[in-house]
């Protein structure tokens, strides 16, 4: 069944490859300003697609609200499915290629694989901007040969999560609970982020990442894990306190 899924997985990616390789192509050679011009178009695009909606837009709508000559968007994509397959890319093929690494690396226990997928995965989200919800509103205007692999990705990131607790369970590291209702409630703690994140808050989004990521490795942690946890914390805790009443002592 692992064999099965890392194989589909796999899949995933070399479709993906195929699908995206025009876009790859439009953006060869490329340098930070080029770089950063292609993303305000995938940005702009994005946010038309979903308020004017995707077959109402033209590459001139997308050229004229970024200030640039219909001729000059040309040199970055040769037409909006390009800028369309770029977003499927970064949203769903870019993550499953990242998970298909982390279950190919059999150093790492099912937590390490977890807590690594749940922390980059929120990294990536927040450090989007808005284009990930935008995309999550544009899912049924994706053409049908980009919607399946899109679909299929997702599903291929709902199977790690199914797989990494469920290993976890096997292994003793997590405790007893359905996988299945365990990888959403893991997916939809990760995703609401987005919803309620601000740039101007008092977090990155890698701290905010990793609070998310104790929260949901905690609540799935087998008890004795927990409680080695907490007394390991009760510890520390003891000795910080050790450490200001020595200093205290040292004061005149």
């Known amino acids: 069944m692992a064999g099965s899924k890392s194989a589909s997985l796999e899949s995933v990616r070399r479709r993906g490859a195929r699908i995206a390789q025009p876009a790859r192509e439009a953006r060869q050679p490329t340098n930070p300003r080029k770089e950063l011009v292609r993303e305000q178009l995938i940005d702009i695009a994005a946010r038309m697609f979903d308020t004017k909606g995707y077959a109402q837009t033209g590459m001139g709508d997308i050229a004229r609200e970024i200030g640039l000559g219909r001729s000059a968007v040309y040199h970055y994509f040769r037409n909006k499915e390009e800028i369309l397959a770029a977003l499927v890319e970064a949203e769903a093929l870019t993550p499953s290629h990242q998970l298909q690494e982390l279950i190919d690396d059999a150093s790492l226990t099912a937590g390490i694989r977890l807590r690594r997928a749940i922390v980059e995965g929120i990294v990536r989200r927040l450090s989007s901007g808005s284009?990930?919800?935008?995309?999550?509103?544009?899912?049924?205007?994706?053409?049908?040969?980009?919607?399946?692999?899109?679909?299929?990705?997702?599903?291929?990131?709902y199977e790690f999560y199914v797989r990494c607790i469920s290993d976890g369970i096997a292994s003793g590291e997590f405790r007893d609970v359905d996988p299945k209702i365990a990888a959403f409630a893991v997916?939809?703690?990760?995703?609401?982020?987005?919803?309620?994140?601000?740039?101007?808050?008092?977090?990155?989004?890698?701290?905010?990442?990793?609070?998310?990521?104790?929260?949901?490795?905690?609540?799935?942690?087998?008890?004795?894990?927990?409680?080695?946890?907490?007394?390991?914390?009760?510890?520390?805790v003891h000795a910080l306190r050790g450490q200001v009443d020595g200093l205290e002592d040292l004061l005149p």
């Open 131 to 157: 284009r990930f919800l935008l995309f999550s509103r544009l899912e049924a205007q994706i053409p049908e040969h980009l919607g399946g692999l899109y679909n299929q990705s997702r599903r291929q990131i």
């Open 187 to 236: 997916i939809g703690m990760a995703n609401w982020t987005s919803r309620w994140y601000s740039p101007a808050g008092p977090k990155t989004p890698r701290q905010i990442a990793e609070v998310i990521a104790d929260i949901a490795m905690q609540g799935l942690r087998a008890a004795d894990r927990a409680n080695g946890d907490l007394a390991a914390l009760r510890e520390a």
